[in-house]
């Protein structure tokens, strides 16, 4: 996957920073004063390297600002940081990104990465964009507070935690993601996912092993994953395609479309509270179906295959399609079920 070396991102303005200091996330006092659009800006480029050894943990801290992760072969961590400020002046603007410093610490078999500030500096805004070379041995822990993270063939655990922007993990062993506002996007993950998204969609493809994501405001889409799945949404669509395994999958307020690319041996439990749900079987399917809509109708283009009354206003289906490899148990509580077959 070829990755952008560095994606513009604006700098803090006025309203970014009352959001975040009603978040609690920033405060006013001590710290630089926000302002719309600052008159001078400078920048600087600063970098390092540091040792890292295998299953070493490194830890990086950003407040404001991207950060790109790259895998590498070499045994060192190559470490660079595009420091940003911007003042009424261009001595304020000047001496602020002097002072901030690209700061790396290590104890025993941890690393830890941020950039210093100035607290009585006199620029209006700031960030640092770091690019990290890391070791694919080491292990990744990531906190970001405001800004893009992108992270690619590490082949370790990754963890990242951010609050403002995108958060997106390719190519690595196992990803755990927390992202408050912005998408997230994970695809070739080898054993382990773990998403938790708050505002944004969750787009996850090419990932195995245990898979636990949840996503509340905002699409969750799943492509091509493989082994135990557990899908979680509270406002907004749900589809999987192209994946097998055992799955639970909960909607609440959006619709959920599950599409089976192959008669495989797959074990899908599916509700909904609040919206329809879409099967799509393929050529030749093996399985059993049992679907209920509580309020709602079932629609299905299965030969013989009869909807019995549901509840008050509702409706319900038992099938068996072919030697049964595969089990479907759809609920929704309120709208209908479509089941499709391949012409």
């Known amino acids: 996957m070829t990755l952008d070396a560095r994606r513009p991102m604006p700098l803090v ?33 600063v970098g390092r390297q540091v040792a890292v050894g295998l299953d070493d943990t ?87 507070t405001y800004g893009d993270v992108t992270v690619d063939g590490v082949n370790a655990s990754v963890l990242v935690r951010n609050r403002f922007g995108s958060a997106s993990v390719y190519n690595c062993r196992a990803a755990d993601i927390t992202n408050a506002f912005g998408d997230v996007n994970v695809a070739g993950i080898e054993e382990r996912v773990e998403v938790d998204g708050r505002f944004g969609n969750v787009n996850a493809r090419s990932v195995q092993g245990r898979i636990h994501i949840s996503n509340e405001n905002g699409a969750l889409r799943l492509a091509g994953g493989n082994g135990q799945i557990q899908l979680e949404n509270t406002l907004g669509d749900l589809s999987v395609t192209s994946s097998h395994g055992r799955f639970k999958i909960a909607g609440n307020h959006g619709n959920v479309t599950f599409t089976q690319s192959a008669p495989t041996a797959d074990t899908v439990l599916a509700t909904c509270r609040n919206g329809a749900i879409q099967l799509n079987l393929p050529d030749n399917p093996s399985t059993q179906i049992t679907a209920r809509a509580g309020r709602g109708k079932i629609s299905t283009g299965i030969p013989d295959a ?38």
Do not use: W
């Open 13 to 45: 303005t006025s309203g970014v920073a009352c959001l975040l200091m009603a978040c609690g996330l920033v405060s006013a006092q001590p710290g630089p004063s926000v302002r719309p659009v600052p008159k001078f800006q400078e920048e600087t480029l």
């Open 58 to 144: 490194v830890i990086m801290h950003n407040r404001f600002g991207n950060i790109l992760v790259q895998g590498s072969t070499y045994a060192e961590a190559g470490i660079s940081a595009e420091l940003i400020a911007g003042g009424d002046s261009k001595t304020d603007a000047r001496d602020f990104v002097h002072q901030m410093a690209l700061a790396v610490g290590t104890a025993g078999r941890k690393v830890s990465i941020s950039i210093n500030c100035p607290e009585n500096g006199k620029a209006t805004e700031f960030q640092s964009n770091f690019t990290l070379n890391l070791p694919a041995c080491a292990l990744l822990r990531i906190e970001n």
């Open 306 to 343: 009869r909807p019995d009354a549901y509840g008050n206003d509702g409706q319900s289906l038992t099938c068996t399609l072919g030697l049964a490899r595969s089990a479907f148990e759809l609920e929704t509580f309120s709208g209908d079920i479509t089941i499709n077959t391949a012409p």
